[in-house]
C-alpha cells in the first residue's frame, strides 16, 4: 500500500492532540476499530472512548486508499537524540502552531532538527477561531524561523494550513471550510513517499514498547527489504557485536492500536515481538548478510540552545 510517513511537531498546548482525534474521526477509525478483531488497543481506551486521543503512541490512518502513519514526537523532557530518532522514521513534518502565541522556543529545537534532516515541513496554524488570534503575523514570524535556522530555499517555500482543530476544519487560507480534507490532500500532496533503497532486511530499533503479554517490544521502520512472522534474523548492535535471533510476531500500527500482521514491507513502521536483548538503535538485518544502519546520535543537548 502506498504510504505517508509523518510526525507532528508542536509545542504543548497548540493542539496536536486535538488534531489527530480529528483526523482519526475523519478517516472514521472509531467506526473501523468496532469491526476489526485483532487490535491490541493501548492502555487509555477509556480516554479514547471520551474522544480523547492520548498521543503517546504512533497511530495510523487510511485516507484516499493511502496509509498515513502519524508518528509520535517526544516531549521536551525527551529532547536529544530520542526526537532524531524518531524523526528519521518520517518522511515529512507537520509544524502546528498556535495562531495567537506564534512559535514558542521548545519547538524550535525540533523544527532545526527536522530542517537538518532535510524534511519539508508543512505549516500549520491552529486556533484560528480564536478572537484575538493573529495568523498573518504567525505566518512571518513562523518564516523568520524557518529562515534563522538555515532553511533550504525549498524548505522556505513550506505550505501553510490554517484553521481550527477544536472546529474540525483546515484551509489553504483563513476561510472556514467545512472539513481537514484539505490539510489530509495537502499531507498526500507534500509528503513524499517512503524512498526505498535495494538490499535485504534493514530495521533500526528506534523506540521500544511494551505489552504484559508480548513483553518488550522494538518499533521501527522497515528501512529495506521486508521483515516477516518467524523470520531468523540478526540484530547488529550499537557496538558492531550481531546476536541471531527471531522475530516471533510482527505489528503494524492500526488506528490506535497495533494490528498483527505476518509481513510488512520497506517504508511502513511496525512492531516486533520476540527478539531478546535488544535496545535502540539496534539494526534488525538478514540472518546471513547483516548489514547495520548508522548509530543515531543520542547526546542530549544543553538547555541553551532550546
Ligand atoms: P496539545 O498539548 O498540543 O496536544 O494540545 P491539545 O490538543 O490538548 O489542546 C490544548 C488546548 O487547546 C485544549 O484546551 C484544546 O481544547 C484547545 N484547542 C485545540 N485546538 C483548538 C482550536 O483550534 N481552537 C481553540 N480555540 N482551542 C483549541
Partial sequence: MNIRNIAIIAHVDHGKTTLVDKILHHTNVFRANQETGELIMD??????????TILSKNVSVEYKGVKINVIDTPGHADFGGEVERVLKMADGVILLVDAFEGPMPQTRFV??????????????????DKANCRPDEVHDAVFELFFNLDATEEQLNFPTYYGSGKNGWFNDS?????????????????VPEPQIPEGNLQLQITSLDYSTFLGRIAVGRVARGSIK?????????????????????????EALGKKKV??????????VVGLEDFNIGDTIADFD???????ISVDEPTMNML
Avoid at 43 to 52: A, F, P
Avoid at 116 to 128: D, G, M, R, S
Fill in 111 to 128: 523544527l532545526q532538527k527536522a530542517l537538518q534532516l532535510k524534511l519539508k515541513p508543512i505549516v500549520v496554524i491552529n486556533k484560528v
Fill in 43 to 52: 492502555n487509555n481506551d477509556l480516554e479514547k472512548e471520551r474522544g480523547i
Fill in 289 to 295: 548478510a547483516p548489514e547495520a544502519l548508522p548509530v
Fill in 229 to 253: 512472522e518467524n523470520q531468523p534474523i540478526s540484530l547488529v548492535q550499537t557496538d558492531g557485536s550481531i546476536k541471531k535471533s527471531r522475530v516471533r510476531e510482527l505489528y503494524v500500527f
Fill in 174 to 190: 483563513v476561510t472556514q471550510c467545512e472539513d481537514i480534507t484539505p490539510l489530509l490532500d495537502g499531507i498526500l500532496k507534500h
Fill in 262 to 271: 505476518t509481513e510488512v514491507e520497506a517504508g511502513d513502521i511496525c512492531a
